[in-house]
């Protein structure tokens, strides 16, 4: 889950492949590298670390050309230092790469057995070997591009170019993404839109096994037999401002204030005060739904804890039977899949390796369909499946996700209430749960005016080692949500439990050094949460708690915190409540100093198993 950029141009191209690589750190950020052909010659940087590391590298000693490849990298095979950075060079071969190849170590002692070098510990220079070695016999760079994925086992996205063919770069792509980019006189490559939103809306989605030549006149598409093929031109509704970061100091904090709006455009034209609308879930999709007898949800990370509030809602509301399952565990194990069972896949990315390998193998276990629930339309998870519901919330370009969480919780409570109603929801109940879900934005952009508090907060987290976060019914996955936050930029060590779990096990952690964080709904669990806080209180432990303003919870008797913020009712709650966490985990990490949008260890969009 590396980040590509490449392009066959006029005018110089470092500056625009280095603009390209920043719109996709999100996917990776251990190194960094451009490579840029003129006269028969390659000029290359790289440099360990960020974009604008070797971003400087290069300022310092420029160099001109019109075609090259750009890559910024998340380490899979060998550390993150310059030697492995990409693009790698081999004979006249260069190359840059996202993905794994599985196939690598038998080709490498091959390659190596008829004289090839290698520099690095990647699988990368292995394919560049590859490719060299199969220039020989008068093919040129896109038939040695062909041969040489066919040998290939495993996942990749590459951009290559060879010294005996300027002007031209040759991309290929299988179980990761590539585009094309369309522009004036200039052609590109990226792994998305956003890399290439600068300089054109134009893009072509590559399918699995396409080989694409690009020149400044054009791009020609390959299938695997080398037979040329036609993909269609879309129009790209991205704009250079969805990705800037304004006024925020970080993306993550824009990202989180604009969650109000993100929410309202996933409701947009979906839902009027009479209840869901027909057809949302695109073509045929009402009618598939309405031969739902059991749901499976498949997702990772964060999507993973949306998947477990639906869950919760289905079964309360829809009284529909849900499981709910990690995408890289469910792909790897026979599940029992009743008949009339809808596999649902959720992913801000739509790109994610586990979930789409995930909802593939689903294919062969016999569901009713596949409906996916993503941020990225024409990603492989949204194009692959029946049905589709967009969640609208716009580029999300901080690590840790926030609006995605919180417009995939929009998204499934539509569906719930679809399916609700389907299945005989008391009508004066489902006019409740449609006013609430109407009421969302407004009732988050409240719960975001607790951010001066939340601050002040923040403040007792500076010098801790650990957090435990508590919920019950719901607001389990939240706290799982908020303790993965936290986690995940602060770096402080958080984990989550159902609050009635506490006792029986993770109690003996509470002493005045462990802060509890517990959210408080008002409803029928809340006199049960109560005793459990008391457990935390009667061990000195320091509980802090986001209650309902509606919920009576004794403020004085907390060593810690009660912070009230109005839920918007039982059902949007899990939604509303989420926010405070994300808020929390936020500023927390702000005082620690960590690098909030792009967290040590990780990349946005994971494209490796
Ligand atoms: C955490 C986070 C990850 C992602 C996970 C799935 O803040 O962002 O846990 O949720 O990698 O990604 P998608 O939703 O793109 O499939």
């Known amino acids: 889950m590396c980040g590509i950029v490449a392009a066959a141009a006029q005018r110089d191209v470092a500056p625009l492949l280095i603009a390209g690589l920043k719109a996709l750190e999100y996917r990776g950020y251990d190194s960094a590298g451009l490579a840029v052909l003129e006269g028969g010659e390659v000029h290359r940087v790289r440099a360990k670390g960020k974009v604008r590391e070797m971003e400087s590298l290069y300022l310092s000693n420029p160099f001109p050309g019109g075609t090259g490849i750009a890559h910024t990298r998340w380490a899979t095979h060998g550390v993150p230092n310059e030697a492995n950075a990409h693009p790698h060079m081999i004979g006249r071969i260069t190359l840059v790469h996202n993905g794994i190849i599985e196939n690598y170590a038998p080709l490498r002692a091959q390659l190596q057995a008829k004289g090839y070098h290698f520099t690095s510990e990647t699988d990368t220079e292995v394919m560049a070997a590859l490719i060299d070695q199969n220039l020989s016999g008068g093919r040129g760079l896109r038939e040695a591009v062909l041969a040489t994925v066919r040998d290939l086992e495993g996942a990749y996205a590459i951009a290559v170019i060879s010294s005996e063919e300027p002007g031209r770069v040759v991309g290929a792509r299988r179980g ?65 401002d969805a990705v800037e970061r304004g006024e925020y100091r970080h993306y993550m904090q824009k990202e989180i204030f604009e969650q109000p709006h993100a929410v309202a455009n996933t409701l947009e034209t979906r839902i009027s005060a009479a209840g869901v609308l027909p057809n949302i879930f695109g073509a045929g999709g009402d009618e598939l739904l309405a031969k739902v007898k059991g749901v499976h949800i498949v997702a990772c990370g964060t999507s993973y804890h949306a998947g477990m509030v639906a869950k919760y809602w289905l079964e309360d509301y829809a009284r529909l039977p849900v499981n709910v399952e990690v995408a890289s565990e469910y792909r790897y194990r026979e599940t029992v899949v009743p008949p009339g069972t809808l596999f649902i896949a959720i992913s801000q990315s739509g790109e994610t390796a586990d979930t789409l390998a995930a909802m593939r193998e689903s294919r062969r276990r016999g569901y009713l369909g596949t409906l996916a629930i993503c941020n990225v339309p024409e990603s492989s998870v949204t194009r692959e499946a029946d049905l589709k519901l967009m969640t609208h919330a716009g580029p999300e370009i901080g690590v840790a996700s926030t609006k995605a969480f919180t417009t995939q919780l929009a998204a499934l409570a539509l569906l719930t209430l679809h399916l609700a109603k389907q299945q005989g929801l008391d009508e004066e109940r489902y006019r409740d749960l449609t006013e609430q879900l109407l009421r969302l934005p407004r009732t988050l952009e409240e719960a975001l005016k607790l951010e001066p508090q939340v601050i002040e907060l923040a403040e007792r987290f500076v010098h801790r080692h650990h957090a435990l976060f508590l919920g019950r019914g719901e607001h389990y996955p939240v706290a799982l949500e908020g303790s993965l936050k936290l986690k995940e930029i602060s770096y402080i060590h958080a984990e989550a439990y159902p609050a009635g779990e506490l006792k029986h096990g993770p109690l003996a952690l509470v002493d005045e050094d462990m802060p509890v964080i517990a959210v408080a709904p008002n409803g029928p669990l809340l006199d049960k949460l109560k005793s459990n806080l008391q457990e935390v209180r009667a061990r000195g432990g320091e509980l802090i708690v986001f209650a309902d303003t509606n919920a009576h919870i004794d403020g004085n008797a907390t060593r810690g915190a009660v912070l009230r913020i109005d839920a918007g009712g039982d059902f949007i709650s899990p939604v509303v409540l989420t926010i405070p966490l994300q808020l929390l985990a936020y500023h927390v990490a702000v005082l620690r100093g960590t690098d909030v949008d792009q967290p040590r260890n990780l990349a946005k969009s994971v494209t490796v198993e």
């Open 176 to 240: 990761a993404p590539l585009l094309v980019g369309l522009g004036i006189g200039e052609n590109f490559l990226g792994s998305d839109a956003q890399a290439l939103v600068q300089v054109t809306n134009r893009i072509i989605y590559l399918e699995d096994d396409d080989v694409v030549e690009i020149t400044r006149e054009g791009a020609q598409i390959y299938t695997l037999d080398g037979k040329p093929a036609h993909r269609g031109v879309h129009e790209s509704e991205l704009s250079a």
